[in-house]
Every structure is written in C-alpha cells, then in structure tokens.
C-alpha cells in the first residue's frame, strides 16, 4: 500500500513551515487510525449482537421437557445415602412452612400427598416446584396438570436453594423409609 503520509507529506512540504506540517501529518495519520479501527469495532459489535440474537432465538425455540422444571436448579447431584442432618433440617422447614397443605402420606390435604414424590420426579424439579411455584404452574406441562387437579395455586413460601436442598432430603428420606430402607 503507498504510504498516505509520505505523498501528503510532499505536497505539504512547498506550503507549510516544517513543525506545522509535522502536526498536520500526524493528525491526519492518527484519523486514519481512528476511522479504521473504529470500523473494525462497529463490525464486532454487529458479529456478537447477530450471535447473540441466534442464541437467543434458540433458548426461546420450543424444547422439550425434561422433566427439571422451571427455576434457579438446572442440576443437582444427589447421592444414593440419605444426609441425615440435612434431612432434619429439611423436616424443620416442611413443618414450618409446607405441612399445612402436604401430607407425609399418600393423602391429600389442599396440595397432594407427597409420599413416593422423589420416585415420580427428578430432584431439580422438586427444587424448582418449591422454589419457583407460580411460574411452575403457568409452565411447566406436570405443574400445570397438578394445578388443573387441585384447584389451588401452591404459595411461594420464600424458599432459598439452600433450603429447598434440605427438604429434598427430607422428601427422599421419607420416601425410603416407606420402602422400608
Ligand atoms: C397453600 C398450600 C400449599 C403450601 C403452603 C405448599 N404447597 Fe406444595 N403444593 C400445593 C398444591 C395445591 C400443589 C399442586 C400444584 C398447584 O396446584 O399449585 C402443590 C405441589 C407441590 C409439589 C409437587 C407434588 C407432585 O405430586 O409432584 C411439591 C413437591 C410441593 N408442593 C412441595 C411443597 C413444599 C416443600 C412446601 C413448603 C415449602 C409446599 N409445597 C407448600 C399446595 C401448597
């Protein structure tokens, strides 16, 4: 590519006093720096805005449910023993804030019996459900159906992931205990 600021600066040469013309070259390289490079800036930020409208379009595309519900746990690791001190926690909270609707058994009281719920539900569900039940019932295809059958929306109770954990817990407990385990 031929220098821009060798030719300009020869034709600046026969006009202008030397220190001048230096700074007028130098103006002139700098703007071409700029111009160029703010370009490529501009290019990128079209490339990133066209990706993430794609990524976007690809969340908000019909999935298929899988069973995790809707909600803040995406994934949780259980192990096949019981935590036997998280499970206490958890009984504490279902005794506060849950026994007033569920019962232990398979009997329903407002909401439905839960035992055999860990069996019927993957564990990111259940978490979901107790964390997030409003949007679960408007959502999620399983919440809606138990919505259609008990007739009563499941109040947010306030639960945090850490605690919703520990009901889990307790919710697998007392459903291997009914196995007799
Ligand atoms: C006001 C009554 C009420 C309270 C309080 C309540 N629930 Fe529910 N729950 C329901 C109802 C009713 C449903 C069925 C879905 C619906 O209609 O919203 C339900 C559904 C569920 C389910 C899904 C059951 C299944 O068969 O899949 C779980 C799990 C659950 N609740 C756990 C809890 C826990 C844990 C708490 C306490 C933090 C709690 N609920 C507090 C009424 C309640």
Redesign the pocket.
Known sequence: MANPSNSLNKILSGLLPDSFRYGVVALFCGSLLLSCSSGDNENKATESQEQTGLAHQQEQAPVEDDGKGIGPVSSIEVSADIDDALAAEGKT??EG??S???QLTDQKI???G?LG?TE??KPEW?MN??IN?EEM?KKDPT?KK??AE?L????N?N?NEKDARA?LEFLRQNDLQAQGK
């Open positions: 909270i279902f804030k849950c007033a609707c569920h407002v909401g439905p839960l719920v019927k539900r259940i459900m107790v039940p019932t919440a138990l919505l008990h009563t929306q499941m109040t109770q639960i009901i």
